[in-house]
């Protein structure tokens, strides 16, 4: 059992003690003498209550095992009503002097015994229902929250795939496909485009190509390189390799290079 559940059960039975002590001791303001009778109600409450919350619950209600559920139910009140009769009972053989322990016996009666243990195993169930219930509608958030990024996630992978540009190389118009461009490298006045089927040589600023591709997984690496975060193959700290070939990483760049392609990294 973990540290906070633990926690949890202990402050969850010194409010029963503190109830079962004011409960029986107020009948008469004998709450000495309550106590003494609550330390041997205890045990029996704490061990209908978890028969309750750990075996007939989960084996039985929660598995739709209705019949056995109400069986074993059945069972477990008559031996919890066994179990405070035979400590009334014990209580009347063995001291003799009933009257001068208890100033009334009405201070123990039965009925006010099954009530008062009935209504912590019925808080005991609400509570352990009401944090299952908060439990999984955080579960339910963190899954909703979960399929959101999944979905938006495909949907920009989906965006890059079908995405293309149209650049000028050798007095013709290319359409060249996002997702198949592995990098690109500024040559000056041209851009070079690294691609899985070749190359591509155009006149362009790899600036304006950044403002482009970003929001298309591209990251500027230096100022001579910008890559496809998908194609990088092994990320360092001073250089990536894609397809056997390794681009430096500006000193200027470094951290946001490690940020982005660390992200995609772990998310792979």
């Not at 633990?6 to 003498?33: C, P």
């Not at 509570?127 to 999944?150: G, M």
């Amino acid at each position: 059992m973990q540290t906070k559940a633990l926690l949890r059960h202990i402050a969850f039975w010194l409010a029963v003690l503190l109830f079962y002590t004011f409960y029986f001791g107020a009948r008469e303001d004998e709450y000495g003498q309550s106590l003494f009778f609550v330390s041997l109600l205890m045990p029996i409450t704490m061990a209908t209550t978890y028969t309750f919350l750990y075996w007939l619950i989960p084996q039985f209600l929660l598995e739709a095992r209705y019949g056995l559920f109400a069986l074993y139910f059945a069972y477990t009140i008559i031996v919890s009503v066994y179990l405070n009769l035979v400590i009334l009972v014990g209580l009347y053989m063995t001291v003799a002097d009933y009257q001068a322990l208890f100033v009334s016996p009405n201070l123990v009666d039965l009925m006010g015994v099954l009530i008062g243990m009935y209504v912590v195993v019925f808080c005991a169930i609400s509570f352990h229902f009401l944090r299952r219930w908060r439990d999984a509608q955080t579960l339910n958030t963190l899954l909703a929250s979960s399929v959101d990024t999944v979905e938006q996630e495909l949907a920009r992978l989906q965006n890059t795939a079908d995405f293309s540009i149209t650049v000028r190389s050798d007095r013709k118009d290319i359409r060249v496909v996002v997702s198949s461009i592995l990098y690109i490298e500024s040559m000056r006045d041209y851009v070079q485009f690294n691609t899985s089927s070749g190359v591509i040589l155009s006149k362009m600023a790899l600036g304006k190509l950044e403002q482009i591709l970003a929001p298309h997984g591209f990251t500027r690496i230096h100022r001579s390189y910008l890559v496809r975060d998908a194609a990088v193959d092994v990320l360092s700290g001073e250089s990536v390799q894609i397809s056997g070939q390794s681009l430096p990483i500006g000193r200027s760049y470094r951290k946001s290079t490690q940020a982005i392609l660390s992200g995609r990294e772990t998310s792979d």
